[in-house]
């Protein structure tokens, strides 16, 4: 056989699937019209867009082809990156074309606002999982996501979004299929709500399916977030299939509070306190006590978290990989015995200090 066009749909198809590098797809796709039929609908479906030029091109390319009823390139698009500050019209022009889209992440979202947002649901009716990062979007938009995808929305995150408040929790409850939960620096303190911080607590651990939750910020004290009630060792699991955990500023929270969500919620493999001043070392021995397949431990800026303790606590889990513990206590020189090259090291106000071990070094002793 000496001509690609003999070559049956599924060789073709086999031979594009093993195509690593998207200069290897356009390559393909430049054989012959076979190759081009099949190759398109892969170099279409993930965008990752980075580079304003690059995305007035890519609209232009898409209003080309909406125009032909059979090869609309909008039509293969299931996931798009975004790094470009986009303009709300900007978003809509592209988010028009793209009616199959199920992944969404706008990672410089400064200009976004609810005058687009709002409507992004009714042109991307399957979405799955979105990112947003910088966004001045209040609750005006996570209400049209709760009501046009809490069927399928399951990943969502929110970074640095500061329009937002604790009135959205409330709105997601809805969202029923939701995995997984993000919502970092987004100072929801803020901004005038109806809700208090307990009632968005509730609010959050009234969704089932929750299997990572995170909810982080520098300033205010999120412990209510923590997912137990007061007896829960009687209860089932608010979350029974938690496996990633992380809450900070957590500065009220105790030992015993951290005992009761390590024991109650066996299956978590990435756990995260910060910022807490009356946590101690009492808490990483209960989590190698509970948590036989923890990989990833993060007690960063605890005052009462020791050396001693840490390095127990990496002895003791043999799935450990690694540990954060960022602050200006546990020196670099406590771990001596270590490799250096599994140490990264925090710098404090010319104090050399641990940032993050590595656990495989410590199985080396």
Same mark, same amino acid.
């Given at each position: 056989?000496n001509?690609?066009?003999? *070559?049956?749909?599924?060789?073709?198809?086999l031979?594009?699937?093993?195509?690593?590098?998207t200069?290897?797809?356009?390559?393909c796709?430049?054989?012959n019209?076979?190759?081009?039929?099949?190759?398109?609908?892969?170099l279409?479906e993930?965008l990752d867009?980075?580079?304003h030029r690059?995305?007035s091109?890519l609209i232009d390319d898409?209003e080309a082809s909406s125009?032909?009823?059979s090869n609309?390139?909008g039509?293969?698009?299931?996931s798009?990156?975004?790094?470009?500050?986009?303009?709300d019209?900007e978003? &809509?022009?592209f988010i028009k074309?793209v009616?199959?889209?199920?992944?969404?992440? *706008?990672h410089?979202?400064?200009?976004?606002?609810?005058d687009s947002?709002e409507?992004v649901? +009714?042109?991307?009716?399957?979405?799955t999982?979105?990112?947003?990062?910088y966004?001045s979007?209040?609750q005006?938009?996570?209400?049209a996501?709760?009501?046009?995808?809490?069927?399928?929305l399951?990943h969502?995150e929110?970074?640095r979004?500061?329009g +937002?408040?604790?009135?959205?929790?409330?709105a &997601?409850?809805?969202?029923t299929a939701?995995?997984?939960?993000?919502?970092?620096y987004c100072e +929801?303190?803020?901004n005038?709500?109806?809700?208090t911080i307990?009632?968005a607590?509730w609010n959050?651990?009234?969704?089932?399916n929750?299997t990572?939750f995170?909810i982080?910020?520098?300033?205010?004290n999120? %412990?209510?977030? *923590?997912p137990? %009630?007061?007896t829960?060792q009687?209860?089932q699991?608010v979350?029974?299939?938690?496996?990633?955990f992380?809450l900070?500023?957590c500065?009220?929270?105790?030992?015993?509070?951290a005992?009761?969500?390590?024991?109650?919620?066996?299956?978590l493999?990435? &756990?995260?306190f910060?910022r807490s001043v009356m946590m101690?070392?009492? %808490?990483?021995?209960?989590?190698?006590t509970?948590?036989p397949?923890?990989?990833n431990?993060d007690v960063?800026?605890?005052t009462?978290?020791?050396?001693?303790?840490?390095?127990? &606590?990496m002895?003791?889990?043999p799935k450990?990989?690694t540990?954060?513990c960022?602050?200006?206590?546990?020196?670099t020189s406590?771990f001596?015995?270590?490799d250096?090259s599994?140490i990264?090291?925090s710098d404090y106000?010319?104090?050399v200090f641990?940032?993050?071990?590595?656990?495989?070094?410590?199985r080396k002793?």
């Amino acid at each position: 056989m000496n001509h690609f066009d003999h *070559l049956p749909s599924e060789v073709i198809s086999l031979i594009l699937n093993h195509a690593d590098e998207t200069c290897d797809l356009y390559t393909c796709a430049l054989i012959n019209k076979t190759f081009y039929k099949y190759a398109t609908p892969l170099l279409w479906e993930h965008l990752d867009l980075n580079g304003h030029r690059t995305f007035s091109y890519l609209i232009d390319d898409l209003e080309a082809s909406s125009s032909l009823r059979s090869n609309s390139l909008g039509e293969f698009v299931r996931s798009a990156s975004i790094q470009d500050r986009l303009s709300d019209d900007e978003l &809509l022009a592209f988010i028009k074309h793209v009616p199959q889209l199920n992944d969404l992440s *706008l990672h410089e979202a400064t200009f976004i606002t609810d005058d687009s947002f709002e409507h992004v649901p +009714l042109y991307v009716p399957h979405l799955t999982r979105l990112y947003i990062r910088y966004s001045s979007i209040t609750q005006l938009s996570i209400e049209a996501m709760s009501r046009h995808w809490y069927r399928q929305l399951n990943h969502l995150e929110f970074k640095r979004c500061t329009g +937002l408040s604790y009135d959205l929790f409330s709105a &997601l409850r809805q969202c029923t299929a939701l995995t997984s939960l993000a919502i970092s620096y987004c100072e +929801l303190k803020y901004n005038n709500a109806i809700d208090t911080i307990q009632d968005a607590a509730w609010n959050v651990m009234a969704l089932p399916n929750i299997t990572s939750f995170r909810i982080m910020d520098c300033f205010f004290n999120y %412990t209510p977030f *923590l997912p137990i %009630t007061p007896t829960a060792q009687q209860q089932q699991p608010v979350w029974p299939y938690l496996t990633h955990f992380s809450l900070g500023a957590c500065k009220d929270m105790t030992d015993a509070m951290a005992l009761a969500l390590i024991q109650s919620h066996p299956h978590l493999v990435d &756990l995260g306190f910060y910022r807490s001043v009356m946590m101690t070392d009492k %808490t990483l021995d209960s989590i190698a006590t509970h948590l036989p397949n923890i990989v990833n431990v993060d007690v960063e800026e605890m005052t009462k978290i020791t050396a001693a303790g840490v390095r127990r &606590l990496m002895q003791q889990c043999p799935k450990l990989v690694t540990v954060g513990c960022d602050n200006s206590y546990i020196y670099t020189s406590d771990f001596d015995d270590v490799d250096p090259s599994c140490i990264v090291v925090s710098d404090y106000n010319n104090g050399v200090f641990v940032g993050r071990l590595y656990g495989e070094a410590f199985r080396k002793y």
